[in-house]
């Protein structure tokens, strides 16, 4: 049984099955991506993409860690936020959630 369930949504649309019913993320999943809406919906993901290399980076990423350390479901003091190391214009975020263990999300810019 879950606690969470959510629409899967992709790219800003809800993810169809093969007879085009919707589908549904559980648990773990639904707060790796509530997260990303969050930060998305903040625009602090178009801004962390978009820098190249000035102190905006590191500030934005503050604000990031401190954004989703405010979700309950996450364990305060274990969010990372770290550069894709093959595609510069991705980052990933780490956190360890209080019931279903560690998650990380892909964080692109606007989706």
Do not use: C
């Not at 085009?20 to 993901?45: C, E, F, S």
């Not at 770290?82 to 595609?87: A, D, R, S, V, Y």
């Amino acid at each position: 049984m879950s606690i969470y369930r959510d629409l899967h949504i992709k790219n800003g649309d809800v993810v169809l099955d093969a007879g085009n019913n919707p589908t549904y993320l559980t648990d773990r999943d639904v707060i790796a991506q509530d997260i990303v809406h969050a930060i998305l919906d903040t625009g602090l993901a178009n801004l962390l993409v978009s820098d190249r290399g000035t102190g905006v980076t590191q500030d934005t990423k503050t604000k990031i860690k401190l954004l989703v350390e405010d979700d309950v479901r996450i364990m305060p003091g274990t969010v990372k936020v770290e550069q894709n190391e093959i595609n510069k214009g991705q980052w990933w975020v780490f956190a360890q959630t209080i019931e279903f263990g560690e998650i990380s999300s892909l964080i692109t810019g606007a989706e």
